[in-house]
């Protein structure tokens, strides 16, 4: 079984302990491929040198995630230009909206997403989107941008069932972490009539651990525990959620095999 797990932030330093431990328990579970989405360029140069440590197993992004959207996100958002202007990355990411901690910079938000989705639009590569309370509106904005060449997926999906089907319209991923293990996170009835071809599978290591690891560490190795409980839901079986998954991952990110 081959697994790919498009959403983790394994460069963190949580990992620095035991960085070729937890890459090999990923290998073991069957995890190919792990995608990386870039934060800010604090964390620039350890996603970057991991990526040169264990290149095609760990695959970069780049863009400025929306928490970090702050007084100087334009010389943030220079860095991240720059960066796409020198070498291919799987996609921008991660970008878009959260308006769970505080509302200061909407606006600076705002300005931050369309600019990376132009910049994903110049480069032909797919978007990974972040849309903590804001999922409408990363909707809408993504909506707004669709001329029907833009792809992406929205990142640890947490919305109900039309907020999902609206995704599945776009032409979008659902990336499905580990919150779909939770108890009543509701994420079973949201994606029950969501066909397997619109879904990813996402550990969003170090946060958000499935059960039965909910509030350890998350690692991509976990990633198993998100593909069983999705086989349950569409009642089907891991072989085959593994086997659409992966296809959508490789066909969204473009890689080869
Ligand atoms: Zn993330």
């Keep these: 079984m081959r697994l ?42 350890r996603m970057l040198n991991l990526e040169a440590e264990y290149p095609g197993q760990c695959i970069s992004m780049m863009g400025l995630h929306p928490c970090y959207v702050k007084d100087n996100y334009e010389e943030e958002l220079k860095i991240v230009e720059d960066y796409l202007a020198q070498r291919p990355f799987a996609a921008v990411g991660e970008i878009g909206l959260d308006f769970y901690w505080d509302r200061t910079f909407t606006e600076q938000q705002y300005k931050a997403f369309h600019q990376q989705i132009e910049w994903a639009l110049r480069y032909d590569i797919p978007i990974a989107i972040h849309s903590r309370n804001a999922t409408d509106e990363c909707i809408e904005v993504v909506a707004g941008h669709q001329d029907g060449r833009l792809t992406g997926v929205f990142h640890c999906f947490s919305g109900n069932a039309i907020q999902a089907k609206k995704i599945a319209d776009l032409g979008f991923y659902l990336g499905i972490g ?80």
């Design 178 to 257: 580990g919150v779909v293990t939770f108890k009543n996170s509701g994420l079973d009835k949201a994606i029950e009539d969501i066909s397997l071809d619109h879904l990813l599978l996402e550990t969003d290591a170090p946060y958000l651990a499935p059960v039965p690891f909910r509030g350890k560490q998350n690692e991509p190795s976990y990633l198993k525990y998100v593909l069983e409980k999705i086989a349950m839901i569409k009642r089907c079986t891991v072989e085959e959620v593994a086997a659409v998954t992966t296809a959508n991952a490789m066909k969204l990110f473009n890689v080869s095999e």
């Design 4 to 45: 790919v797990d498009t959403h983790a932030h394994i460069y963190l330093e949580e990992f620095d302990r035991d960085k070729p431990g937890m890459l090999q328990r990923a290998e073991e579970e069957g995890v190919e491929k792990i995608f990386l989405p870039a934060i800010d360029s604090g964390t620039h140069a």
